[in-house]
């Protein structure tokens, strides 16, 4: 029953974990009778996590002290028993138990382990570091930690008080950048395109100046037709007015008997 009262306290934050990608959780169970910390919220910061682990190891509890060390998990993978049976076995044994679903940053196992130094005189402290899970396919990987887990756990029954701090590691999740894929033959025709026109400006790069430059563009050339009409024009125009022939006399005052017949 205290297995799943401990995992329902995780699963009441499963929903918010998926909020929270870079908290992990931590477990606190021991063979002797502690006092319940102040804070029970199942969102703390590693600083609220450490002042409740100095206050429930106030006074050195127990002879032996286990810091287990679980890099890359959340607080949903410690719902399903079948995943930790051995945790969840050695939970049920215990006399205490202290959970936080959600810390939000890393904890430090040195630190904790500064802090039982601190609070009694010559402990017996051990660490114990699993393997990381890996994103895909992480219950086989914690399935075999919990099994390594497992039997250090039953040595420690044997020997007499103890307590077990399960400390996990946040997550550190690489973002992946996207890379557009085309398929074969789009990507073939890109391909041929590229190269197409890599060689044609290598090829112009070598061509002399009036062959890699074009002068004599169709705008050029209507422009001079045009010219060529309009001068014919203006020629035949000025020559028209040029061939036109007036005698001189045509100038000339009639001073005879006529014109004096005439101004009569």
Do not use: W
């Not at 297995?3 to 929270?20: E, H, M």
């Not at 402290?125 to 039997?151: C, F, V, W, Y």
């Not at 250090?152 to 946040?170: C, F, K």
Request: net charge negative; glycine share 6%; hydrophobic share 40%.
């Amino acid at each position: 029953m205290r297995l799943l009262s401990t995992a329902a306290a995780l699963a009441a934050c499963c929903a918010s974990a998926q909020a929270f990608s870079d908290t992990s959780p931590v477990i606190l169970f021991s063979s002797a009778k502690l006092e319940t910390p102040a804070s029970r919220n199942q969102v703390q910061s590693s600083a609220d996590v450490y002042t409740s682990l100095q206050q429930l190891l106030t006074g050195c509890p127990t002879e032996r002290y286990l810091i287990v060390s679980q890099p890359n998990i959340h607080a949903g993978d410690l719902v399903s028993r079948d995943a930790i049976p051995n945790l969840g076995r050695a939970i049920e044994k215990s006399q205490f138990r202290y959970t936080v679903a959600e810390v939000v940053g890393q904890l430090d196992t040195k630190t904790i382990s500064a802090n039982i130094e601190r609070a009694c005189e010559k402990p017996f402290i051990d660490e114990l570091e699993l393997a990381p899970l890996p994103s895909t396919n992480g219950a086989r990987t914690l399935k075999q930690n919990d099994e390594e887990l497992g039997m250090v756990l039953e040595q420690y029954e044997r020997e007499g008080s103890y307590t077990i701090i399960y400390a996990g590691l946040p997550r550190e999740e690489t973002h992946k950048t996207y890379t557009a894929e085309f398929e074969g033959a789009v990507h073939t025709e890109l391909k041929r395109q590229v190269h197409i026109q890599q060689r044609a400006d290598n090829n112009t790069r070598t061509l002399p100046l009036f062959e890699k430059y074009q002068y004599f563009t169709p705008g050029i050339f209507t422009g001079l037709i045009a010219f060529v009409i309009l001068m014919s024009i203006l020629y035949a125009g000025i020559a028209a007015v040029a061939s036109l022939e007036v005698p001189y006399g045509a100038f000339d005052k009639e001073m005879g008997p006529a014109a004096q017949k005439k101004q009569q």
